[in-house]
């Protein structure tokens, strides 16, 4: 008998354990109302843990209202949000996942369109529909682009407010059952615009030097490591690099990486780009696993634990850059969108498992029976 694939071999986090490598990646819906959870949601994230990921992360969960990319994306600012989350955390456990949760802040990309209605700055045309401007903050008062709005450069003091917001959102996400937390510093949102030479132009003790551009991302990350429990995992998503020329560069994330293992970071999520425009990866140019190098370079100088992203595409493929040693876990995101029970077709593909032997039972009695009937019919 051929041994369990390392996608589909437990991981242990801290006192956690996941059933498998396989985690749903965070991916923004734009569904939400004032910042609320609905049905939408609850379908969305629940039919990946029946579909057999170990750990399920929500979208981006935006730790204060003007921190939402979108009118349309999910919030944790309040008590009042943390009953629709709940209910979201505990189906996706009972389906054998570890719920977890990105705590994010926008930063100057918050206060966009909807991908939809043109994924860029609002337009009259989305004042119609209600999606009115609200204002933006960011490390330095640069614009994204021409047309954007222009931000607020945060004071010291706004700077302990956001502090107290992400504490407070962390305590919520607790709350409502999550088991894992992830930190959003990927993708020109606020904490990644603190990191970026490009987009921090400030001369105090938060700007300048790499050291003091990347206070503000270690600050936010002692503040939710101090309350999220010793028994929890704490992940952080980084763009690895700008990929524009001057900006972040992947030695910085190096840098970045042995400080936030160091303030008891269990895992760096590696994505890429976003700085520069409305794109997650501008100026990165895209192909199968195009970020796995990433995972590998900083797993391989920092020993911490990463998590690879980025066009995986099938089980074997994942499972050849565990073999190689390049990350320790695999996040799936628009894959598992065309096929939402990826995780189980690519266990049973690897040999891990018979072809229905995973999945749900209320599935997997009827397909086993359809697979025997049509056996006997050949």
């Not at 209910?87 to 996706?92: M, N």
Request: charged share 20%; net charge neutral; aromatic share 8%.
């Amino acid at each position: 008998m051929t041994s369990t694939p390392l996608l589909f071999q437990p991981i242990e986090l801290r006192g956690l354990r996941a059933r498998n490598r396989c985690v749903l990646s965070p991916m923004c819906q734009y569904s939400a109302k004032d910042g609320f959870v609905n049905d939408w949601h609850l379908v969305h994230l629940g039919k990946f843990a029946q579909g057999g990921a170990g750990i399920v992360f929500t979208e981006a969960t935006a730790v204060e209202a003007i921190g939402r990319i979108t009118h349309g994306d999910i919030g944790i600012w309040s008590d009042d949000h943390v009953p629709g989350l709940a209910r979201i955390a505990a189906f996706v456990k009972s389906q054998g996942a570890l719920p977890a949760i990105q705590l994010a802040h926008a930063g100057r990309k918050a206060s966009m369109q909807r991908p939809w209605y043109g994924n860029a700055a609002l337009t009259a045309a989305d004042h119609a529909r209600g999606d009115e401007p609200w204002p933006v903050v960011a490390p330095s008062s640069i614009a994204l682009e021409a047309g954007w709005l222009t931000p607020h450069a945060l004071t010291r003091e706004d700077i302990r407010e956001l502090k107290e917001a992400w504490r407070a959102a962390a305590v919520r996400a607790l709350g409502a059952g999550f088991e894992v937390v992830e930190m959003h510093s990927a993708h020109g949102y606020l904490s990644h615009e603190f990191l970026s030479p490009l987009t921090n132009k400030r001369s105090d003790e938060y700007g300048g030097s790499r050291e003091n551009r990347m206070r503000f991302t270690l600050e936010i990350a002692e503040t939710v490591r101090a309350v999220w429990p010793e028994d929890k995992p704490m992940f952080v998503r980084v763009s690895s690099v700008d990929g524009v020329e001057g900006g972040w560069a992947i030695e910085d994330t190096v840098a970045l990486a042995r400080e936030l293992k160091a303030r008891g970071v269990d895992v760096i999520d590696c994505s890429s780009g976003g700085i520069a425009g409305p794109a997650t990866a501008a100026g990165v140019k895209r192909a199968p696993g195009f970020q796995v190098p990433f995972a590998a370079q900083l797993r391989r100088e920092t020993g911490v634990k990463t998590m690879a992203v980025g066009l995986i595409l099938d089980g074997s493929q994942a499972e050849s850059i565990l073999q190689a040693g390049e990350a320790d876990l695999i996040a799936i995101g628009r894959e598992a969108l065309y096929d939402p029970n990826w995780f189980l077709h690519a266990e049973a593909a690897l040999g891990a498992t018979g072809e229905f032997e995973s999945w749900p039972q209320q599935y997997g009695w009827w397909l086993t029976r359809r697979a025997k009937g049509m056996a006997k019919k050949a």
